[in-house]
């Protein structure tokens, strides 16, 4: 994948407003995307996912929306805190008989106090 | 807490050597992917184990290879270690059931591979 290095995009917003990252993933026939949140020094936790045939999935402060005609993917973070400081990543997974999900580059939250 | 353990946290090996990292999966869970990460990316996809058979592999060479055994758990092994190598190795557990990538991935905390 493309060498981003430590130059990760960041977000950075205010403690207690609304968050969106955005994803745009490469494949077209994927079906079913996770969104993975990863904290400093941590394996990836899982946060949110969404099937194909959904456009839009509620979790608690978490909402993943997916328009497929133009592959893009967002999580949006009601309220957010300063826990929610991370790396978020995308993850797309063809219907493929395998765990392979394709990861976007990540987007870094920083919750300003 | 995933379940997912991974052993050793940090390693430092030089180039040309070889290195094995262990990963107990979750429990109940029969499928194991590897995945590496590099600093400042995301995770690519190694391989998948299940049934103790390789089902499904990124775009990795042969000299990653792994194992998987009767009680899931896995091994990952990387011959010839080259710089570019050093990277985060995640061990993601997960069940297999009649739908097919149903579910999330488990991660573990991962290996920290550095190649000098």
């Known amino acids: 994948g493309e060498n981003v290095g430590l130059h990760l995009p960041t977000l950075s917003v205010q403690e207690g407003d609304n968050s969106i990252i955005n994803c745009a993933y490469s494949?077209?026939?994927?079906?079913?995307f996770i969104w993975y949140k990863q904290e400093s020094g941590k394996g990836p936790q899982f946060i949110i996912d969404i099937r194909s045939n959904m456009d839009k999935r509620q979790g608690q402060r978490v909402t993943v929306l997916l328009n497929k005609t133009v592959k893009h993917l967002s999580l949006q973070i009601a309220a957010t805190q300063p826990g929610d400081s991370a790396v978020y990543f995308c993850?797309?997974?063809?219907?493929?008989?395998?765990?392979?999900?394709?990861f976007g580059t990540g987007t870094r939250l920083k919750v300003l106090a | 807490e995933t379940g997912v353990t991974q052993s050793p946290t940090h390693l430092i090996k030089t180039r040309g050597q070889q290195v094995t990292l262990r990963c107990s999966s979750q429990s109940g869970h029969n499928t194991v992917s590897w995945y590496q990460q590099a600093l400042g990316q995301g995770p690519q996809f190694i391989f998948q184990y299940y049934r103790e058979e390789e089902n499904g592999r990124g775009n990795f060479p042969p000299r990653f290879s792994g194992l998987q055994f009767p009680n899931y758990s896995s091994e990952l092994n990387v011959n010839a270690l080259e710089l570019d190598d050093s990277a985060l190795y995640l061990c993601a557990s997960s069940l297999r059931g009649r739908v097919l990538n149903t579910g999330e991935l488990f991660f573990g905390e991962g290996s920290r591979l550095t190649v000098l």
């Open positions: 494949n077209s026939a994927s079906d079913y």
């Open positions: 993850a797309e997974n063809i219907a493929s008989g395998t765990y392979k999900y394709i």
